[in-house]
């Protein structure tokens, strides 16, 4: 019977596929570059991909529309480079084109035509955001008036710096730096979201931005990325990669904003900023949509309205399908009518704003008879980075809307520090608390968990991967690192596509070898095994690429609960005399099983295909002169006579 499913499972694509007009995906696109004069760039894989109703999908008269037919079906894209050069990308949910950006901009603006209209969908929007968010129900789980532990202050001059790490939810702790102005009396608060820029809030310019904005009078205050710094300390690095991250961010930034303004005396509650780069900026636009104390905001290098963030903690939760689908953009002009600026540059994603995003963002202020309170400092000439020039912008726009000490402007004074100094817990973490949480599956347990349940199967095959890589001793962290991330990648194919292709997908039917109907294990081993095979392909080169053969079989071996050996040692307990060659043909055979294997989800699953090569073993020693079931009904009585003996 399991030898009629192996055939089935070979021939499962052609069962549920109508393969007519099919050409190999890659063929097509060569001839469309042929046809249509232009080079492609890959960024995607081909290997195995068959396109049906090829030829049927090009239009003569378009070379973009032909490219958009040709490679929908695969959930992959074009990105037009230059003049005839396209690149073939897979789909990317956070990042569309600048045209879809005009087109959404264009919609968007038919919703509402004045301040009434317009109110109405800013109210809906400020409900959906938090709900797409879930940010809710996880502030409602946060600590009461948490006492942060505060360093010591470091003097400088015009200025202050304290380290902070916050309880936000019970054990887990966000830290950064509070940059004081030394002037007396009431300040401004500037509450400034990190972006993904090398070095995080350690870095150079972060620190001249804040100690600069502290001296002119604003209190600023900075902290790490999910997952960065030291929350890596707490959850490791690979929670950022989470959509827990997006949301978690968020609360930071409340938190602190909290926590400064129940705490801090020196705060003017009517002078509240945010400011940030890049992803920073995504998160800027975020905190004010989410809290109304802000005042002033000055999003940098992250705003469009065809890109949300690529980073999950930009993107992760589904925000932008707030109130039937929108933008960044949309969410900045909730902000109207208070002071805002816009940096952007001819680098990046915001290389639109002046045309595009800028001009909607005037016409949502001027509701408000306020379209002089939104402006945007265009860069063409420079690219994505937080450089003296946009910080010049930032400095000039919270000078005027907070009306700060322009004299005190002069980075040359500001002290840059040594990473170290702005740690909360030492340099090795040795003074995290007793009760901090230690592992992001603490985190993920305040989570509502339907919600959170992918992304817990994600840590647990990301767990999965790199204990069976550290049980390879490799000593070599890069190499460690990347093997890990083939094999998660693959469990999370395997996974995804399991997930998604039940059982039910395949028809009853008859199995032709037994004449009995298809149990739910045949049905979801067909289902499985359509799987493409460049899923399997990435996996065995990735593993080849990077270890000897000897290890990627022992990672096979992990895979399939160590099957082959555990097998081997069946049959040499059943045929005592098994000669070398015939040893060596069954493993063989079993190790066929189990590259087969690694591809199926369940243990379930993945003994039924050493099931199928079980078969083929027996066939072979019964080819070769044995009688297998022979042999195996006398080890059968054998080890029921020696039961006996031992009673
Ligand atoms: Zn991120």
Not at 73 to 99: C, H, I, M, W
Not at 226 to 237: D, H, K, M, N, R
Not at 451 to 471: G, N, P
Not at 589 to 616: C, G, H, N, P, W
Request: hydrophobic share 35%.
């Amino acid at each position: 019977m399991m030898l009629a499913m192996a055939s089935l499972s070979a021939n499962a694509q052609t069962l549920t596929y109508e393969d007519r007009f099919a050409r190999p995906l890659n063929e097509v696109l060569a001839d469309i570059q042929t046809r249509f004069n232009i080079r492609l760039k890959y960024d995607i894989d081909t290997v195995g991909k068959v396109l049906p109703y090829a030829d049927f999908r090009i239009r003569p008269y378009s070379v973009e529309e032909s490219l958009t037919n040709v490679l929908a079906p695969f959930d992959y894209k074009f990105v037009k480079q230059s003049g005839n050069l396209y690149k073939l990308k897979a789909y990317e949910y956070p990042r569309r084109t600048e045209t879809d950006g005009e087109k959404l901009i264009a919609y968007l603006n038919t919703l509402y035509t004045d301040k009434a209209s317009w109110e109405e969908r800013k109210a809906c929007l400020r409900k959906e955001v938090r709900m797409r968010l879930g940010i809710d129900s996880l502030m409602k789980k946060r600590v009461d008036n948490p006492k942060p532990i505060l360093s010591k202050i470091r003097k400088y001059n015009g200025y202050t710096v304290q380290n902070f790490a916050l309880e936000t939810l019970p054990g887990l702790y966000v830290c950064g730096s509070i940059y004081t102005p030394r002037s007396k009396g009431k300040h401004a608060l500037i509450i400034c979201p990190n972006g993904h820029f090398g070095g995080g809030r350690y870095r150079e310019d972060q620190q001249q931005r804040m100690g600069t904005l502290a001296r002119m009078g604003a209190v600023c205050v900075d902290y790490d990325l999910f997952g960065w710094g030291e929350s890596a300390l707490q959850v490791g690095s690979a929670a950022h990669r989470s959509s827990a991250a997006h949301v978690i961010q968020a609360m930071n930034g409340l938190s602190v904003l909290d926590y400064m303004l129940a705490n801090r005396k020196d705060i003017d509650v009517t002078r509240i900023g945010a400011n940030g780069g890049s992803g920073g900026g995504t998160h800027t636009v975020l905190l004010t949509a989410l809290d109304e104390r802000f005042t002033a905001s000055a999003p940098v290098v992250s705003l469009a309205s065809h890109f949300d963030g690529g980073c999950p903690c930009e993107s992760g939760m589904p925000i932008q399908l707030a109130c039937g689908g929108t933008c960044n953009a949309e969410l900045a002009a909730m902000f109207a009518p208070l002071p805002q600026l816009i940096v952007s540059d001819g680098g990046d994603w915001t290389s639109s704003v002046p045309t595009l995003e800028y001009p909607y963002l005037r016409r949502v202020y001027g509701f408000y008879d306020a379209s002089d309170k939104v402006t945007n400092v265009h860069l063409p000439k420079e690219k994505h980075d937080f450089g003296p020039n946009k910080r010049n912008a930032v400095y000039s726009f919270f000078i005027t809307a907070f009306s700060l000490d322009k004299k005190m402007l002069d980075e040359s004074k500001v002290t840059i520090e040594p990473e170290s100094a702005m740690y909360s817990f030492g340099e090795k973490g040795e003074l995290l608390p007793e009760s901090a949480i230690r592992s992001f599956d603490k985190v993920a347990a305040y989570f509502d968990r339907d919600v959170f349940a992918e992304l817990k199967s994600d840590l647990a095959l990301e767990k999965k991967a790199s204990d069976w890589v550290a049980s390879l001793d490799l000593n070599d962290d890069k190499k460690a690192g990347y093997v890990t991330t083939v094999i998660y990648n693959h469990l999370r194919q395997v996974r995804d596509w399991h997930n998604q292709h039940p059982y039910t997908t395949v028809p009853e039917g008859m199995n032709p070898s037994t004449g009995k109907p298809l149990s739910q294990l045949d049905r979801q081993m067909i289902a499985d095994s359509a799987m493409p095979g460049d899923v399997h392909k990435k996996l065995m080169d990735g593993l080849r690429r990077a270890l000897t053969e000897e290890q990627v079989e022992t990672i096979l071996d992990k895979y399939t609960v160590g099957k082959v050996a555990f097998t081997l040692k069946g049959y040499q307990a059943i045929v005592p005399d098994l000669t070398k060659e015939e040893e060596e043909h069954i493993v063989s055979l079993l190790k066929k099983a189990r590259e087969q294997a690694v591809d199926y989800k369940s243990m379930k699953q993945i003994s039924a295909v050493f099931e199928i090569y079980k078969t083929q073993c027996e066939q072979y020693l019964n080819s070769n002169g044995r009688d297998w079931r022979q042999l195996f009904r006398d080890y059968v009585n054998k080890r029921k006579a020696e039961k006996a003996a031992k009673k």
